[in-house]
């Protein structure tokens, strides 16, 4: 489903991609994952999506984020918003749909093909959207968690959809265990 002519861009929403591979039980090796998509066309632009803390004086996902920005990802970040719920639990929300969906929509126009890492079922118009430009949309998500990671509709509208768990052997590494894993994509849940 990939030409070596065409221009790529990845879309990578942190915090779904995070918990699709954790329910897969491995971490995505961003190094691999870059040169993995650099192989299979021209890429011109890898972004990543994800909320950070800002009143934490150390946040476990800033080594992450400063890793991917000197490594060719362009980082889109915004603050997340901390509320207490119904049952007094402290909550953290941090939602990029709106963003990433924006610099898609602006993009479009430069690029062939799309490679948006999510599952979450609010792209299906985005996705719609850029096959109406003439932009194809590969998605990468799992159905072989439980419950799946893919939203049905999101999956039906790709133009190609792409197991996660197959790039295990390619983008993958074993979880850290202990102080490393410290839920480091939760925050966008």
Known sequence: MFYKDERLALFIDGSNLYAAAKALGFDIDY?????????????????????????????PIRPLVDWLHYNGFTMVTKPAKEYTDS??????????????????????????????????????????????QGVRVSVVSTIRSQPPMIADELRRQADNFIELDELREVIGRPPRHGSGDNNVEAVNA
């Open 31 to 59: 190094k691999l994952l870059r040169q993995e998509f650099v192989r299979r066309g021209k890429m011109l632009r890898a972004f990543y999506y994800t909320a950070l803390l800002e009143n934490d004086d150390y946040s």
């Open 87 to 132: 049952q007094g639990r402290r909550k953290v929300k941090g939602n990029m749909d709106i963003e990433l969906t924006v610099d898609a929509m602006e993009l479009a126009p430069r690029i062939d093909h799309v490679v948006l890492f999510s599952g979450d079922g609010d792209f299906r118009p985005l996705v719609e959207s850029l096959q109406r």
